[in-house]
C-alpha cells in the first residue's frame, strides 16, 4: 500500500474525501500527539509513508527517526505505547494530529514526563527563561 | 535579541532554565497552535528565530512562511490574530507548543474552519479515507 500523491486541485486537496499525504523532500509529515482524554499535547515526531501505513494497520503510533534512520514505534522499548483513537489531517494534508491513549506509565517522553512539553516559557528580568511545569 | 545555541549538554537541555530553541537545518522550529479554552490543536507552522521573538515581544504568534519567504503575523489580513496565552518547548527544545485565543471571526483556518484539522482518516471498505467533522 502507498498513497496517492497530492492534488494539484487545491478544492480536492483541501475539502476532498481522498487522503493523499504531502511527505516533504524528505519523505517525512510532522506528527503531533494529544492525549485524547486530557487534550494535551504529548509528543511531536515525524513519520515516513511506511511509518503512516504501521500505524493505520496495527492502530499503534509508528514514526521515522531522522538520528537512527529508521521506522520505530513508540513505547517499543519502554512499553509506553500509543493507542491511535483518531488521526486527523490539516487542510493541505501536510501535517497530520494523533489523538491516542498512553499505554504502559502512561508517560510520552523518554524523560519520564507526562507530556515532552513540561517546561514553559517565562520573563524574569526582560529576559525569557524556562520555568517546568509538569 | 537571538538565542544561545542548544547546549551539548542533554541534562542541561532537557531540565534546564535556559531557553536554547534547536533550528533545524532551515532555520526552523514546528510550532502547535492550541485552542487555550478547547484544547483543540488549531494549525501548524514554522518558525525562525526573527518569528520567535517577535512573538514573545508582541504577544502575538508570528511564523515564517517557507512559500512566501517571510515572515508573517497569523491573521494579518485575515484578523484571526493568535493572542498568545503560554508557549511550551519540547524536551530537546525544537518544537513549540503555544496555547492561543483567536481573535476577529475566532477561525484558525485559511479555508474558514475554526482548526486546521478538521477532517479525520476512517476507513471504509478497506480504504482510508477523509470524513469531515467541523
Redesign the interface.
Known sequence: MSFPPPSRDKPAL??????TPAFDANGLV?A?A?DVT????L??AWMDSAAVEAT?STGRAHFYSRSKKRQWMKGEESGNVLVVE??????DQD?L?LAVKVLGQGVA???G?ES??????V?RDGK??????A
Do not use: N, Q, S
Not at 515532552?116 to 516559557?121: D, E, I, P
Open positions: 483541501e475539502h476532498g474525501t481522498e487522503f510532522p503531533i494529544t486530557t487534550g494535551k499535547v509528543m511531536f493505520l483518531e488521526i486527523r489531517v490539516d487542510c501535517v494530529w517522553c523518554h524523560t514526563a515532552c512539553f513540561y517546561r514553559r516559557l520573563t525569557t527563561v524556562l520555568e517546568r511545569i
